[in-house]
Structures are given as C-alpha cells and as structure tokens.
C-alpha cells in the first residue's frame, strides 16, 4: 500500500492521479474520453469557486462539454442567497434523473452554498439518491478525493464541513477567460446582515495572506492576465484577522506595483468599512478602475439599523460624496432589497429619494426572500407579495431612468477599452469594457480580444455604447 499524504495540496495531487486511473478506465469501457458539465448559480465567489473544479476535472482526465445533456459529469455550483435561485435547482435535477438513466457513466455532483443548509441535504437524500457527490463550500479543494472515494464506494458520498480556518493554496485552475481572472482574497463573511444567508453558507471570515495573493496575481500576468478582480463578500476587511494585520489600500498599493497588470477591480465594499485610506488610493492610482460598487440595501435609516448594516442614510451619503470629490469620474453600482419585514411606504421612499441623489450607473434590485435561519426570517411585519411586488415596479422603472441618463453622459469621449469577446449577435463587432464598467460594441476582430484600445463613444443606447477604434 502506497502512503497517502497528509498535507495539502500534495495530498490531492495524489489523489488527482489516483482518480485519472479511475477516468481512463471507464473511458476504455465507454470507448470515448468522458466529458463534465459544470453549471455555475450565484455570485462571482461561486464563478471562481467553479473554475477550480473545471481545472480539476481537467487534470484527471475529463474534457469540458457545453451542452449539459450530453455530459457524463455534471456538476451544479449551486446558491442559495435567494429562495429561486433554490428551486431553480431542484428542477434541473429532475431532468437529469432521466439524462443518467440512458448513460451508465454518467455522475451527477453537487457543492456549493445550497449544500451548506442541513435541510438541504437531508432532502436530497431523501428524494434525490441518484446524486453521486455532494459536498460544501469549505472542502472544495478535495474534489479529486471526493471523486475518488465514489468510485472505490459506488454510494453517494457526502461531504460538508460546517466551518473551516483552513486556506489550501497551490491547487490547479482553469481560467474561463485568458485575459482577465478573479482572484479570492478573502472567504467568509462576519456581517451577518440580518436578512443574508451567506454567513451561514461561507463561514467566518479569513484573509489569504498577501504574498500568496501577489504571487497567484504575478502569475496570471505571467499568463496574459490584464485585468484582476479581487473578490470577498466585504474587501474594505481585509487583513484584519492577519498575523501581521494589512488593510485593503495597503494590498491594493502592493498590487499596483506589479508589473505588466493594468486593471484592478473589487467587489463587494462594505460602506461601514470604507476607509479614508481606500478612497486616497483610489483616487492616486493608475490602475484601479472607476467603478464601485457599494450595496446601499436601503435608504431607511430605520430599515438598516433592522437589516445590522450598521450605517445611516446621511452616513452612506456623506461616504458618496467623499468618493465622487475624489475621484469625480467614478461610476457607482448597488444593490436594493424591498420588501424587507416591516418597510413602510415611507421607508420605501427614503430608498428612492437614496436612489435619485447618488444617481447610480446600475443597480441590482431585488425582492426579499426569507432565508430559514437568518434573523429577519422570524421578524413581525413581512410584507404582503402585491405592496412588495408595486415598490419593486416602481424602484426598477426609477433606476432605469437615472442609469440611461447617467450612462449617456460619456457620448463623443474617448476611452480605453479591454476587448472581451466578438460581439453575440454581429460577428463584425467586438464586445469591450470600459474601466467605469459599461461596455462598448465596435468594428473590430478576434485578434483584438484581450487587449486595451482606445475606442470612441459614438451613441449611447442606453445601457452600452456603439463606438469606433481611436
Ligand atoms: N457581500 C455582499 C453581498 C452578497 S449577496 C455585500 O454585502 O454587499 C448579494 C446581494 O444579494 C446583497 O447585496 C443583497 O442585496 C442581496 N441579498 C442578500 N440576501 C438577500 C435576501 N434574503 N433577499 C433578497 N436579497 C438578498
Ligand atoms: Fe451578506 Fe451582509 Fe455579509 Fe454581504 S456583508 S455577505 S450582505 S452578511
Ligand atoms: Fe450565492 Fe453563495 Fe454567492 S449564496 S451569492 S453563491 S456566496
């Protein structure tokens, strides 16, 4: 018997290589390479979380297939901030319960924050036996194990761990694009926002150290990465919980310095911890782009303090103000619940009076969802589905209007854009992004994709530019 080992990443470096046996063994029996499936739901934690599972799978053997019903792996990265983003879940599985009936090397597996929630998982035992692996969003780093474990077992192997401290660097990742990368810089959320699930779902809150985070960053650029985006549920946090505690501004400062990155980007900032420092060092920078996005939730004083935001109106629009001084040409985004338990048409307002001051580029609007668990789930006063669903029309039309405004004001400038892709529906055209995020479509080829040009903004047509190459 071989020894396995104990530490990390080599123990799943061997257990990579122990499950490519597996996959070439069931390839010959199917006479074809085996193919996977992976279906992203939720934010880009979850994008990024997918892309390590994709560079796993590659590793031992499998090759990527889009069309999900002729996989032989699928994989859902599932999320469950919000209740549909649930059941959407629930009925895709039923349609692969068919699929796996007429092939015999089809796995199905499942990971990600849904799986986190004991209920969850007791119903997919219950009611979903053909599911082969299950696990959570702690143990993501053990995929080829887990793999492993279900070929030797042939049952459901499930696998969650209800909290980690544990950061495992080093393990393979598949870019979906060459130029531009996520990058974790922190997991977990101690917020605990009195509506939001994802406390529950992610953990605690833990930091990557710097020099791991410079070091993946150094070599992306390496391998043609232009653009990062450094990712937490609340970046203006990190480093707190360090050994040799660092701030955001100051990890942005040692980024900047790499050479050969042109942009940087993050998400999300937390208003309550948005530091004087972050707002100077986005204003000297060269590289950090003009655009922020700042989750207000709501403009009721009222309504935060219920929701634990731990900010005031005035607080978030002072903090507005500070921004848009320093740096005048930034472009701000948000995200709004309505209907949260006890919102009163005054407090509505308060939000929409929130909305047409700061005049956002866009905003992600959503309805509140009851998440089993959290705080507000047993608060008084939910509000009834026709008032919350009449706000909601209201709120989107508001947003709308300002954002087709705002992003207008760009018309007959000139701006550097990173070419991301030839354009869906005119293959003339190539798709860009603008450093404040809005994107322009112009005439243009395959081989400009990855680069920074400069483009004209000839028409705005309302949420993106037509434009023309400098
Ligand atoms: N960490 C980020 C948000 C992650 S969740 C932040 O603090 O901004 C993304 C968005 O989903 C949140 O900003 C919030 O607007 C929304 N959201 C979270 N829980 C929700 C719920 N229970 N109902 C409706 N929207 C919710
Ligand atoms: Fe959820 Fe609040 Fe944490 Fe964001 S900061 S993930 S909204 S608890
Ligand atoms: Fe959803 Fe989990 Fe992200 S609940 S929004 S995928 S952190």
């Given amino acids: 018997m071989t020894n396995i080992p104990v530490q990390e990443p080599e123990r799943q470096y061997y257990y990579i290589e122990k499950a490519k046996e597996y996959?070439?063994?069931?390839?010959?029996?199917?006479?074809?390479?085996?193919?996977?499936?992976?279906?992203?739901?939720?934010?880009?934690?979850?994008?990024?979380?997918?892309?390590?599972?994709?560079?796993?799978l590659e590793k031992i053997g499998y090759q990527e297939e889009t069309v999900e019903e002729k996989a032989d792996f699928v994989i859902y990265n599932t999320c469950t901030v919000r209740e549909n983003a649930n059941m959407r879940v629930y009925g895709r599985l039923g349609q692969l319960k068919r699929m796996k009936k007429k092939n015999p090397h089809m796995l199905i597996g499942l990971c990600g924050c849904m799986m986190q929630e004991p209920h969850v998982v007791e119903k997919l035992k219950t009611s979903y036996k053909f599911v082969d692996i299950i696990f959570g969003t702690h143990n993501i780093y053990k995929f080829a194990e887990l793999i492993v474990t279900r070929y030797e077992s042939q049952r459901m192997v499930i696998d969650i761990w209800k909290d980690t401290d544990k950061i495992v660097e080093d393990l393979p990742s598949e870019r979906k694009f060459a130029f531009k990368s996520g990058v974790n810089i922190?997991?977990?959320?101690?917020?605990?926002?009195?509506?939001?699930?994802?406390?529950?779902?992610?953990?605690?809150?833990?930091?990557?150290?710097?020099?791991?985070?410079?070091?993946e960053i150094e070599r992306l650029v390496a391998d043609g990465v232009v653009e990062v985006m450094l990712l937490g549920q609340n970046v203006n946090s990190y480093g707190k919980n360090l050994e040799e505690p660092m701030s955001f501004a100051q990890l942005l400062e040692e980024i900047e310095k790499i050479e050969g990155l042109e942009r940087i980007r993050f998400m999300t900032s937390h208003p309550k911890d948005l530091s004087d420092d972050l707002i100077a060092v986005m204003k000297k920078s060269k590289k950090i782009c003009k655009h922020?996005?700042?989750?207000?939730?709501?403009?009721?004083?009222?309504?935060?303090?219920?929701?634990?935001?731990?900010?005031?109106?005035?607080?978030?629009?002072?903090?507005?103000?500070?921004?848009?001084?320093?740096?005048?040409?930034?472009?701000?985004?948000?995200?709004?619940?309505?209907?949260?338990?006890?919102?009163?048409?005054?407090?509505?307002?308060?939000?929409?009076?929130?909305?047409?001051?700061?005049?956002?580029?866009?905003?992600?609007?959503?309805?509140?969802?009851?998440?089993?668990g959290t705080p507000a789930a047993t608060m008084e006063n939910q509000i009834p589905e026709d008032v919350v669903k009449d706000r909601f029309d209201r709120l989107l039309k508001e947003v709308q209007d300002i954002s087709a405004e705002v992003c207008?004001?760009?018309?007959?400038?000139?701006?550097?854009?990173?070419?991301?892709s030839i354009n869906d529906h005119d293959d003339s055209l190539v798709t860009g992004r603008m450093s404040n995020n809005l994107l322009?479509?112009?005439?243009?080829?395959?081989?400009?994709?990855?680069?920074?040009?400069?483009?004209?903004?000839?028409?705005?047509?309302?949420?993106?530019?037509l434009g023309e190459m400098d």
């Fill in 292 to 372: 922020l996005h700042l989750p207000v939730q709501s403009g009721s004083t009222e309504i935060l303090k219920k929701m634990n935001r731990r900010y005031t109106k005035e607080q978030y629009l002072e903090l507005v103000q500070k921004i848009k001084t320093a740096v005048p040409d930034i472009s701000l985004t948000t995200d709004i619940i309505v209907g949260f338990p006890g919102e009163t048409e005054e407090d509505f307002l308060e939000t929409m009076d929130v909305i047409k001051k700061v005049r956002y580029d866009s905003a992600f609007t959503f309805i509140y969802s009851k998440r089993t």
């Fill in 23 to 56: 996959v070439q063994k069931a390839a010959k029996e199917a006479g074809r390479p085996l193919t996977f499936c992976v279906t992203t739901f939720g934010c880009q934690m979850n994008a990024r979380d997918s892309e390590k599972l994709v560079g796993i």
């Fill in 186 to 215: 922190m997991f977990g959320c101690n917020n605990f926002c009195s509506y939001c699930i994802v406390p529950y779902v992610r953990g605690r809150e833990r930091s990557r150290n710097p020099k791991d985070i410079i070091r």
């Fill in 440 to 465: 322009v479509h112009f005439p243009g080829n395959e081989n400009l994709i990855g680069k920074i040009v400069n483009v004209h903004l000839k028409e705005c047509k309302g949420f993106y530019y």
């Fill in 408 to 420: 207008g004001v760009h018309e007959g400038t000139v701006q550097s854009v990173l070419v991301e």
